[in-house]
């Protein structure tokens, strides 16, 4: 027994030196020193050099297929560790999660009934309760496929050894565990793909980078059109693995079941595979109509294959489920929101401000001497700083610009606004200065509950205090745009999005807080919602396949409840 306790140590210290090797010998190369750098790259700011090297990092391609070597699937590991510490914990600060993070969603608010508001279409009616309860019965299939064992699974399914064409239930690195089975009773080839559960298939979903992927359209079985855009890398991976493994199986049960359909089912990272996947699998003619059912998709594609799938995926999302807007792009505008509410500080939080300043500080220098895991461009730290994070250029998409040489009085602190775009927090004496590359920014929400903005704006330049026309119109040409500021594209769940969201009942007094009776309803929402991140208490509990089953069923009762009332109307005005 020592000794086998003694070899299981041995090969984990081995396992972990190895991926210490590949973190240190596969990391970019540092930026060159200050003296070999031009003019221009002198007056240039840290956080611009920061993305210019990751830009530079990111030209080299990333693989788009599930690796073939146990080597080459250590170094893709590696390097998605690696680029998930920069993405998160290497340019979140300790503040801006400690404190940001809470005030943002106290400033923010609850906003579901935005999934419920303009553009957005009601779904109501017998057809609706039908589909909802088809959706529930496929996604019932579907946790059981993912959370038991696959005995009762069949059991459940009511399926038998024989009606089970493939089934791989061992996940990889970007090679998802799923189940092709033959369902007589319904008459389709449904093929169930699991989320991410395991390690690798969590190392699978954060292997997010941007990688070409096209789409071409058959009709008649001749190309009609060609859809280009950008997926997510492991997700097409994994896609393309299973479309290998699973392709010659459904040619030789489409010519014995000429009749039958294909139904591509997952959840999570299931669903973004399988939304995938399907648009590789219409690509042949015997499969053109093969469908999606995407229960709680990632954004896994850019606008425009998003929008060509709508005839043939249905993306369904649960309340508050963050999943489908998380990217990139959101993610980092939703950082500058944070950063901006992090620094707006209450007098309560003084003595966890300081508190926190201090271990950010300290962090950082620890940060900064550990090239082989977060990159030095990452985040640049001002040591005379009390806050460790510039405000971002993404921070003008949620607050409003001030003009240089005004003073706002915001949240009990004065913020001092001059022409070197320098930002002073002056509160009871203390001095705290941030030096931002970008313009700086002061929230229109706080400056205008104070009252000092509107006497500011009597000084500015005409063409300075005036709004800015059709500002909706534009927000959303920006979000369809595929390439962000940063270089980066936005990501957004697939196909046709139906959502559920929890309304509270019309007899609802202003102030009475939450109700137990809330009404749920589901609404066609259109794609741009999801190009931004709304933080909610419940956004992680509710993208859990037991959440959408609870909230189903009540929708369900709902839409009973109004079909029997319109049947009784009805019935009265016959009379």
């Known amino acids: 027994m020592p000794a ?23 990391r970019p190369q540092p930026p060159p020193p200050e003296d070999e750098r031009g003019a221009e790259g002198d007056e240039a700011s840290p956080l611009l050099r920061g993305s210019a090297a990751e830009s530079d990092r990111e030209e080299e391609p990333w693989p788009d297929r599930a690796p073939v070597t146990c080597c080459e699937a250590a170094a893709v590991a590696a390097r998605t560790a690696r680029r998930t510490w920069e993405l998160t914990v290497g340019r979140w600060g300790l503040h801006g999660i400690a404190f940001g993070i809470k005030r943002h969603m106290k400033r923010q608010g609850n906003l579901q009934h935005e999934y419920s508001g303009n553009g957005c279409r009601q779904l109501k009616g017998h057809q609706t309760h039908t589909e909802v309860s088809s959706l529930l019965e496929y996604l019932k299939l579907c946790m059981f496929f993912s959370k038991k064992s696959f005995s009762a699974f069949l059991k459940f399914g009511g399926y038998k050894q024989e009606d089970i064409l493939i089934h791989k239930a061992r996940a990889r690195l970007m090679q998802p565990s799923f189940a092709l089975v033959c369902d007589k009773r319904t008459k389709c080839f449904l093929l169930f793909i699991r989320g991410a559960i395991s390690t690798k298939e969590r190392l699978t979903a954060a292997t997010a980078a941007e990688v070409p992927f096209h789409h071409i359209i058959l009709s008649e079985g001749q190309i009609n059109n060609v859809v280009l855009g950008y997926a997510h890398c492991g997700m097409l991976a994994g896609a393309r693995w299973i479309a290998r493994l699973a392709i010659p199986h459904l040619h030789n049960k489409i010519k014995e079941f000429p009749g039958y359909q294909i139904k591509v ?11 995938i996947l399907t648009y590789i699998l219409r690509e042949h003619y015997e499969f053109s109509s093969c469908s999606c059912l995407a229960f709680a998709p990632p954004a896994c594609m850019t606008w425009e294959l998003a929008e060509s799938g709508k005839d043939f995926i249905t993306s369904l999302v649960n309340r508050n489920d963050v ?40 962090v950082a220098f620890f940060k900064s001497h550990m090239l082989s895991v977060s990159h030095s ?48 927090l002056v509160n009871n004496g203390d001095v705290t200065c941030v030096k931002s590359a970008v313009s700086v920014l002061v929230s229109q929400e706080d400056s205008d509950s104070n009252g000092a903005l509107d006497t500011d704006q009597a000084s500015l330049p005409p063409n300075e205090g005036k709004e800015v026309p059709n500002q909706d119109s534009a927000e959303k040409d920006k979000q369809k745009e595929p390439i962000s500021a ?90």
């Open 4 to 26: 086998t306790v003694a070899a299981a140590a041995a090969a984990a210290a081995s396992g972990g030196a190895f991926l210490l090797y590949l973190l240190i010998t596969c």
């Open 265 to 275: 089912i997952g959840h999570s990272m299931g669903a973004g595979i399988g939304s």
């Open 323 to 362: 999943v489908p807007a998380i990217s990139k792009v959101s993610s980092e505008s939703l950082r500058s929101e944070v950063m901006v509410s992090s620094k707006l500080d209450d007098p309560q939080d003084r003595f966890h401000h300081n508190l926190f300043t201090s271990i950010n500080q300290r």
């Open 377 to 424: 461009s990452g985040k640049i730290q001002d040591h005379d700083s009390c806050i460790s994070e510039p405000l971002l250029k993404d921070a003008a998409d949620v607050v409003q610009p001030a003009a240089n040489g005004h003073s706002i009085d915001c949240s009990g602190q004065q913020v001092v606004v001059t022409s070197e775009e320098r930002v002073t």
């Open 486 to 575: 940063s270089g980066s594209r936005q990501f957004f769940p697939p196909g046709r999005i139906i959502h559920m969201v929890a309304l509270p009942p019309p007899d609802l007094a202003p102030g009475e807080g939450t109700s137990s009776n809330e009404i749920i309803g589901i609404y066609e929402t259109p794609r741009e919602l999801y190009g931004r991140i709304r933080l909610a208490p419940n956004m992680i509990k509710e993208h859990y396949m037991p959440s959408y089953i609870s909230t189903m069923e009540s929708l369900l009762e709902q839409l009973q409840k109004d079909d029997d009332d319109n049947t009784v109307c009805t019935t009265s005005n016959d009379l």
